[in-house]
């Protein structure tokens, strides 16, 4: 934590290290000149803060769980997001106000740290490198998430000092992505194993290696690392349960590699009153859950929703996989003020038309008739909903085992270590190990860890990275968001939730999502940046 809590310092870093709001970032009039700054090593930890500060676009939670929005995860009903508009196909070059990544100065932050330190004296070679390696790494991850988003990007190591020189072209996404590898391979060696929380590890660039070259489709490559992250003991999936591993006094658990430390302290405060549901908190419900994603969570027995015969699809919330429950607030849920039947006779009463949490009381209501709960399963942890903190977990373990075994499937070298490391991930999560004989080739086995990968990373902001690399955006994403009705009962089931009998009427519909092939993958460049920068090219189809 300390220095590195994002949050340190943040008035003198906005002043020491560059950072513009325009494409490319010019050179602003409030930094301090290089004869006044770039001089000790305490000058050195204070530009890196800065660098580590760049990580808040879009590693911190709140954006994150809005990408989620952007897959077929999860619906955000509010159009002045524009995060709807990325879901449903119809964003545009003009007018996007949700956040520009298409921007430089995370990145220029990163360039000006690389090009000025060399003329600090650093007490060891070793703390230099260190430094230089986190900044690296941070550059990155900025750069890797554009390419997601946008595919090729204007990039460059130099500090561009005048606006002609910013006037650059985008470079390939295939030649970004090389170069992101290549640096992550090296900055491995210059970084400790354990270092203060929210740090830069060589354990947490391994993690983002094998994130990207899964990206690539380097299973090969992405089966060595992810083999050395295991083999180094330094994580474990944690003795908690799947819910307990994401409350805010569990964050600092076995399996978290790397964190967005989110301290409001330094002002970096957030509003999770912003996703709580509207009756009981008075909530936006900004962020709420797709049918898809319901549906894909497993029986208790480890079968899918339609292998099982015990499957009811009019009470579909009882006898799940127990990461449903732990992320999920459905109707009838008992859960934080919900459990008061004193004033909440029903639990959490989404599909009663006047309750304030139906879809049609309120524009602040859900409108799937469910809610997410991970990450604040328990509010009590936040005294002020409308201004708290908590980390962010960028990278942890089960990515890099879901990986681990994703990659040696895909490579159709299956053995037992496949099935080891997904019962990993299962037996926290409360699920029976893999049925070895039903998922026994290479396509089930893909099925299986797809689904895996899905319902363990939900509300992670990954689902979009996982479907675009998947190739499988147009046949997902074209989905109907449909509005949940029917009746809660006064029975209650194994969870002390109350049992419901739900309808499904398909004529009550939301939304319906449009995709378009070759066009919808990528976002359109904002047309402000191309007016700045007419070297910039557009994004087939906008």
């Known amino acids: ?8 310092i943040a008035a003198a870093v906005m002043m020491t290290v560059s950072c513009s709001e325009n494409f490319l970032d010019r050179i602003p009039t409030d930094a301090l000149s290089s004869p006044t700054f770039w001089k000790t090593e305490k000058d050195a930890d204070e530009a890196l803060t800065g660098c580590y500060r760049q990580l808040y676009s879009p590693y911190r939670p709140e954006e994150m769980w809005f990408w989620d929005t952007a897959s077929d995860d999860a619906f ?22 949700v956040h520009n990544y298409f921007t430089y100065r995370q990145i220029r932050t990163c360039n000006e740290y690389l090009k000025k330190e060399n003329t600090i004296h650093f007490s060891t070679e070793a703390k230099r490198n260190q430094y230089r390696a986190e900044v690296r790494m941070i550059r990155a991850m900025a750069l890797f998430f554009r390419v997601h988003v946008y595919g090729d990007f204007p990039f460059s190591e130099d500090v561009y000092k005048t606006i002609d020189e910013s006037m650059v072209p985008r470079v390939d996404k295939a030649t970004l992505l090389k170069y992101i590898k290549k640096e992550m ?21 391994q993690a983002f290696l094998v994130r990207v070259c899964m990206y690539m489709g380097e299973y090969d490559e992405a089966v060595k690392v992810a083999k050395q992250i295991m083999d180094s003991g330094n994580y474990s999936m944690p003795n908690l349960s799947y819910e307990e591993s994401f409350l805010k006094k569990n964050e600092y658990n076995s399996e978290v590699i790397l964190s967005f430390e989110h301290n409001k302290a330094g002002g970096f405060q957030m509003w999770v009153f912003e996703y709580l549901p509207n009756g009981a908190y008075g909530g936006w419900s900004s962020i709420v859950p797709t049918r898809s994603l319901l549906d894909t969570y497993e029986t208790k027995n480890g079968l899918t929703i339609d292998e099982d015969s015990t499957y009811d699809p009019e009470n579909p919330f009882i006898n799940r996989d127990p990461r449903l429950r732990a992320t999920i607030v459905y109707p009838g849920q008992k859960w934080d003020k919900y459990a008061d039947e004193t004033k909440y006779p029903h639990g959490y009463p989404s599909i009663i038309k006047g309750s304030g949490d139906y879809w049609s009381d309120a524009d602040n209501a859900t409108h799937t008739g469910m809610s997410f709960k991970k990450f604040y399963a328990d509010p009590n942890e936040y005294p002020d909903l409308q201004s708290c903190d908590r980390n962010f977990p960028i990278l942890r373990y089960a990515e890099v085992l879901l990986s681990y075994a994703e990659a040696k499937i895909e490579l159709n070298d299956i053995d037992q270590s496949v099935y080891s490391a997904i019962n990993q991930v299962r037996k926290r999560a409360g699920m029976p190990d893999v049925d070895q004989v039903k998922y026994a080739t290479q396509s089930k086995l893909r099925e299986l860890v797809r689904r895996e990968r899905r319902v363990e990373f939900a509300f992670e902001g990954l689902r979009r990275l996982d479907i675009q690399r998947w190739g499988i955006m147009k046949d997902v994403m074209p989905e109907t968001i449909y509005h949940m009705n029917g009746t809660i009962l006064n029975t209650k089931n194994a969870e002390g939730d109350f049992n419901v009998k739900l309808t499904f009427d398909k004529s009550d519909i939301e939304e319906v999502r449009h995709f378009t092939e070759n066009k919808n993958e990528l976002l359109p460049v904002p047309q402000t940046v191309i007016d700045v920068d007419p070297k910039i090219t557009q994004n087939p189809g906008y």
């Open 1 to 8: 934590m300390k220095l590195y809590k994002i949050l340190l």
């Open 76 to 97: 955000c009903y509010h159009n002045n997001k524009d995060y709807r508009a990325i879901g449903n196909g119809t964003m545009a070059a003009s007018g996007v106000s």
């Open 185 to 205: 391979e090296d900055v491995i060696q210059y970084l400790p194993a354990k270092a203060e929380a929210g740090r830069i590890t060589s354990g947490a660039a």
